[in-house]
């Protein structure tokens, strides 16, 4: 047979990862890479907010973008990562097809609808990316999270849509604790190399970073979800709303730090991911 699955699959072969090729393996490692850059300047900007340093800003994925973005070579750096992010995505799409051949199941099932997950991820940043580079930039992820929730609540049974929206976002975050308190993250990198306390390191900043980012990803549900109760898009919000409603007490402040600093240990653990990962 010399259908595409079939030569997708001996491109695979030939690789060291589920990626079709050297070079999207290559490029998606770069990707990785620029993904964890993004999680560290998150948490940087995360901990403006808890120093109260950040009143304006956005703590956000616009936001980390954006600070690239300023920097001398940063149009040179957002291209490079805007075409590993989309290369990264290529690769989780063909794993999704094809990858995981280790597992069976459930598993590979779960895997595979992980996968899923991250190329869209990525497809969305590598976007948020472009935008910067051809000069258009990228407002806040809230002004965009309240205009969905504005347009879902005026069509019918809009109540129902955000609340569905909410109730997406809180799969999504279950999915991400099961993930990090499961350390199943750990069988997608080919750490069999690296002495084990590399290795201990490498999964307990996959823990942090996953249970931070669910931790975030929950309270997007939970503005959304207000949103549906009070039919006011106003209530809705992203990230960077997400963490300022964490840090809108003292106690609260404290949490943000603790998140911040599982997002920045997420960031790392991506450059671990981007040396190891095999799917």
Do not use: N
């Not at 750990?186 to 669910?214: K, T």
């Not at 990230?239 to 599982?262: F, K, N, Q, Y």
Request: net charge positive; glycine share 14%; with cysteine.
């Amino acid at each position: 047979m010399s259908g595409p699955l079939p030569r997708l699959r001996r491109l695979v072969r030939e690789g060291r990862s589920d990626a079709p090729g050297r070079a999207v393996d290559l490029l998606g490692r770069v990707g990785l890479v620029g993904y964890g850059v993004v999680h560290l300047l998150v948490a940087w900007l995360a901990l403006q907010i808890v120093a109260g340093a950040l009143p304006r800003g956005s703590a956000d994925a616009q936001g980390a973008v954006a600070a690239v973005a300023v920097t001398p070579y940063g149009a040179v750096a957002l291209v490079v990562t805007t075409a590993g992010l989309i290369a990264f995505a290529v690769w989780q799409f063909t794993a999704a097809v094809i990858g995981f051949r280790w597992v069976t199941g459930g598993e590979r099932t779960r895997k595979r609808a992980g996968a899923i997950a991250k190329a869209v991820a990525m497809v969305g940043l590598a976007t948020v990316s472009a935008g910067f580079v051809d000069g258009r930039g990228a407002p806040s992820g809230d002004p965009g999270a309240r205009t969905l929730t504005a347009d879902l609540l005026a069509v019918p049974a809009g109540r129902v849509l955000v609340a569905l929206v909410a109730a997406v976002l809180f799969v999504i975050a279950g999915t991400m604790t099961y993930t990090g308190t499961r350390r199943t993250f750990m069988g997608d990198l080919d750490v069999r190399r690296l002495r084990p306390a590399a290795r201990r390191g490498i999964e307990w900043l996959g823990v942090a970073g996953h249970l931070s980012r669910a931790l975030a990803l929950a309270v997007v549900g939970l503005l959304m979800g207000a949103a549906a109760f009070a039919s006011d898009p106003r209530l809705a919000g992203g990230l960077d709303a997400a963490l300022r409603a964490i840090g809108a007490t003292a106690p609260g402040r404290v949490l943000l730090a603790v998140v911040a600093l599982g997002f920045g240990a997420f960031g790392l653990f991506c450059l671990a991911d981007a040396a190891t990962r095999r799917a």
